[in-house]
């Protein structure tokens, strides 16, 4: 017979809890062991006014001593008398039936060691020499035949106060520890695919990366042949990764078929899927395909060699789904996302790896499905700063952390400055200085823009106004503010602007608002009423970014438009000075700016050409007959002292 010291077994194949070497219980110092170690205590008398029988006449006579012994000899459990040194002194029947050796002392005694465990193990010696209560232990052992048996070994310490050995008392308990087995491995696996659920999943990626594995999990015991990867807490080749994959339109096939046929669709995954990890084993560990619930699946690969490895298996994995599946006589197509993740292991926690998975499938999402996607750190930096700012960018406006810089608006026709556009910046304490591109996106989305945009327009009207004042008997400049979608569904964007206007004491002709054509289009309703409440108050409302969008023309004769901004796009194709980033000039280009400035003016509107940069384009947009230019060949976004140094430049 041949064993092992283990904590309670589970299912054959199951995936581990943290590797233990021993299951070992203890009793406390004032507890007696339980009644399956039995005791060798004086009888005791019967209770007063109870009266032994007679003896039998002609019956032998039984001393106390040996109605024990015979009992002992004839009793169904395993149990043994031994003495300091751990050596059998007694055995009975049942001991020597469960050993399967021969019934010396010499073959039961080295029997006995075997079960007790480690030679010199010094819990073992405490309890045989009588200096604590006792122990248990759970013991996995190979009989005779080669079977596996569990085996609960108990030993009551000697008596302080009488002669005699310390007790030792074994029960066959594989009958409990199988039905574990099989309870573990309905609660470890899903039902529908019968792979390993994300109870499993986790408690093998806990064990990969070092960690304990889940709570409970020693309760219901893992054998050491049966944990994965079996070098515990770290992959052979010190790598790990992961494959999260997510199949790409399945709730449609649960709402048309039914969830029996989506069950069906499941389970044939599962398999090809399960085809692909023995396929992309590359003679190591086949990796772990598991179902973390709905229509996740996740491939688990332990010892990695590499990125390559991972991308392959994704690929792979892609290609096995690519064929129609048939599920309960329905001919079914899908395709799948899947995220890659591939790192050291040490140092890497579950939680950690699980999230970078779980946003790199995203990403492959995003990008528009069917595909794997590989983690970069440099893109999560950013998704990571990006929920930063999203965290911080209302209480930022409360500490005053926003700035306005100014570009200026200039009449092509005479060159000077006639207006100017607000443009905000973030003065980020950590990040530094932050263009709208990063976090005008977030604010739009969670609703901050509503209360920025209030104070950019107070904020941009208290400077157009202090401008206005310094230069009296001047041509006041007007000032432009960009408005967000949101502003105007949202917000009381009029009632805003009249606030605004009538703290700072701007006119309403210098107040310039800036919507992108997507914003306008569809107009109607509520948007209607803002811009003609607007234009009604002597506001100017500008088309930003004209000619990327649907450039539907027919809003221009409906909605209370004044400005159309030309998209920078169609500026940059004039420029063919032979200078650095010289972009060949197109015609078709020009002819179409030549028109939307031509049909602009017959509809009263005047035009600014964004993103001007040299000489050459600011001559042929003024021949064609452009009114307001903006950009670097004039000034870069400044502080407002730099535009007020402009100013008395110009006189």
């Not at 438009?561 to 169609?570: H, Q």
């Amino acid at each position: 017979m041949s064993g092992t010291t283990e904590g309670p077994s589970a299912a054959t194949g199951q995936a581990p809890a943290a590797p233990q070497e021993h299951r070992l219980h203890e009793t406390r110092p004032q507890e007696r062991p339980p009644h399956d170690a039995p005791s060798f205590d004086p009888p005791v008398p019967p209770p007063a006014g109870c009266e032994a029988r007679p003896p039998v006449p002609g019956a032998r006579a039984h001393s106390p001593a040996d109605v024990r012994a015979d009992a002992f000899r004839r009793a169904p459990l395993a149990l043994a008398v031994l003495d300091r040194a751990g050596r059998v002194v007694e055995a009975n029947d049942a001991f020597a039936a469960l050993l399967g050796t021969g019934s010396g002392p010499g073959a039961l005694s080295r029997g006995a060691a075997e079960l007790l465990g480690r030679p010199g193990d010094e819990t073992v010696r405490a309890a045989l020499e009588g200096r604590r209560a006792g122990l248990r232990r759970t013991r996995r052992v190979r009989d005779a035949e080669g079977r596996a048996r569990w085996l609960l070994v108990a030993v009551e310490p000697p008596r302080a106060d009488g002669p005699g050995g310390a007790l030792l008392s074994v029960t066959d308990v594989s009958a409990r520890r199988e039905l574990e087995a099989r309870v573990r491995d309905l609660r470890m696996h899903d039902p529908v695919t019968r792979l390993p659920n994300r109870a499993l999943f986790f408690e093998r990626l806990a064990s990969v990366t070092g960690q304990p594995g889940p709570e409970g999990a020693a309760e219901h015991g893992e054998h050491p042949e049966d944990r994965w990867p079996p070098e515990a807490g770290q992959a052979e080749t010190g790598r790990i990764g992961v494959c999260y994959l997510d199949l790409d339109g399945f709730k449609a096939v649960n709402d048309t078929f039914g969830h029996r046929t989506g069950d069906l669709l499941l389970t044939a995954v599962a398999e090809r899927l399960s085809r692909v990890a023995v396929e992309g084993a590359r003679g190591g560990r086949t990796p772990l395909v598991a179902r973390l619930g709905g229509d996740e699946f996740a491939l688990l690969v332990p010892d990695s060699a590499g990125t390559e490895q991972l991308t392959s298996l994704a690929a792979a994995a892609l290609v096995a789904l690519e064929e129609p599946f048939d599920a309960g006589g329905e001919r079914l197509a899908v395709s799948a996302s899947v995220g890659v993740v591939e790192r050291p292991a040490a140092g890497t926690s579950a939680t950690e790896l699980m999230q970078d998975a779980d946003t790199t499938l995203y990403w492959a999402k995003a990008d528009g499905g069917g595909r794997w996607t590989l983690f970069d750190p440099e893109r999560n930096a950013h998704r990571m700063t990006r929920q930063v700012l999203a965290a911080e960018l209302r209480p930022a406006i409360g500490r005053g952390e926003f700035v306005l810089d100014y570009q200026p608006l200039v009449d092509l026709a005479d060159g000077t400055t006639s207006g100017v556009e607000a443009l905000v910046r973030w003065r980020h304490p950590q990040f530094g200085t932050l263009p709208p591109s990063r976090f005008i996106g977030q604010a739009e989305e969670d609703g901050s823009v509503v209360q920025l945009g209030r104070w950019v327009l107070r904020t941009a009207c208290a400077q157009a106004r202090a401008w206005q004042v310094a230069r009296p008997g001047r041509r006041a400049l007007f000032v432009s503010v960009n408005v967000a979608v949101r502003q105007v569904w949202d917000s009381d964007l009029v009632a805003d602007v009249a606030a605004a206007l009538e703290a700072t004491g701007l006119p309403p002709e210098l107040l310039q608002l800036e919507l992108t054509e997507s914003a306008l289009m569809g107009s109607a309703g509520r948007p209607l009423r803002v811009l003609q409440a607007l234009s009604a108050m002597g506001v100017r409302i500008a088309i930003d970014d004209f000619g990327t969008g649907y450039s539907n023309l027919s809003y221009l004769s409906r909605l209370p438009v004044s400005v159309l901004k030309l998209d920078g796009s169609f500026v940059r194709s004039f420029r063919d000075d032979g200078g650095p980033g010289a972009v060949p000039p197109r015609a078709a280009d020009e002819v179409v700016v030549e028109a939307m400035v031509s049909l602009a003016h017959r509809l009263g509107l005047t035009v600014t050409a964004e993103c001007v940069e040299t000489a050459q384009q600011a001559r042929r947009l003024r021949g064609i007959g452009c009114d307001t230019g903006q950009g670097w060949l004039w000034s870069r976004p400044v502080g407002p002292e730099r535009i007020s140094a402009l100013l008395r430049q110009q006189g």
